[in-house]
């Protein structure tokens, strides 16, 4: 998978799974997950682009490898432009 250099991961992530279809619904196992999560005392709050992550995973679009990637590029990205905006 290849990108432009203009095209933000998120904007990467949202393109791919519109051309397959994906949407960011959490289903019936994200929501269990999210439950479970909360219930060992840690909150973990997926955004859009990473809950369309893990539902492209799910339907096997991306594997292991290539959603740790993105995830990976996708929050050095966050980190960066909240750099941006607090300076």
């Known amino acids: 998978m290849t990108k432009p250099a ?3 991961v ?3 992530v949202r393109k791919l ?3 397959h279809h994906v949407t960011a619904d959490r289903d019936s196992i994200s929501c269990m997950a ?3 999560t909360r219930l060992a005392g840690d909150v973990v709050e997926l ?3 990473e809950q369309l992550l893990v539902n492209l995973k799910r339907k096997g679009v991306l ?3 290539e959603i ?3 995830q990976g590029r ?3 990205e966050k980190r960066r432009s909240k750099k941006k905006l607090s300076a």
């Open 74 to 76: 996708y929050l050095e």
């Open 34 to 36: 999210v439950t479970i």
């Open 10 to 12: 998120a904007t990467e």
């Open 47 to 49: 955004d859009g682009v």
């Open 63 to 65: 594997n292991k490898s």
């Open 6 to 8: 203009a095209d933000s």
């Open 68 to 70: 740790m990637t993105f």
């Open 17 to 19: 799974a519109k051309e």
